[in-house]
């Protein structure tokens, strides 16, 4: 049974808003420096195919976590 996580990727490059239909389900979050994907997962496959994504684009990576629930 899949466990659903939700998680939040950081990377380097500034996305404009064409980009939200490329990463969906995921929002995408475009700040000053750097633009945000959060989302739930549902397996490492799924997250690796949004991690594909981001490389196909030639985007850095900064960071990737777990997004606390409270």
């Known amino acids: ?3 659903e ?7 380097r490059e500034v996305l404009d808003e064409k980009w939200a ?3 969906s389900p995921f929002t995408l979050i ?3 420096n ?3 994907i959060i989302g739930e997962v549902q397996d ?9 994504k981001i490389r196909d684009l030639g985007l850095t990576l900064v ?3 777990p997004v ?3």
């Open 1 to 3: 049974m899949p466990v």
């Open 5 to 11: 996580k939700r998680v939040e990727i950081h990377m």
């Open 21 to 23: 239909a490329y990463f």
């Open 30 to 32: 475009s700040m000053e």
């Open 34 to 36: 750097e633009s945000i």
């Open 44 to 52: 490492q496959a799924e997250l690796f195919g949004v991690l594909l």
């Open 63 to 65: 960071s990737l976590g």
């Open 68 to 70: 606390s629930q409270t």
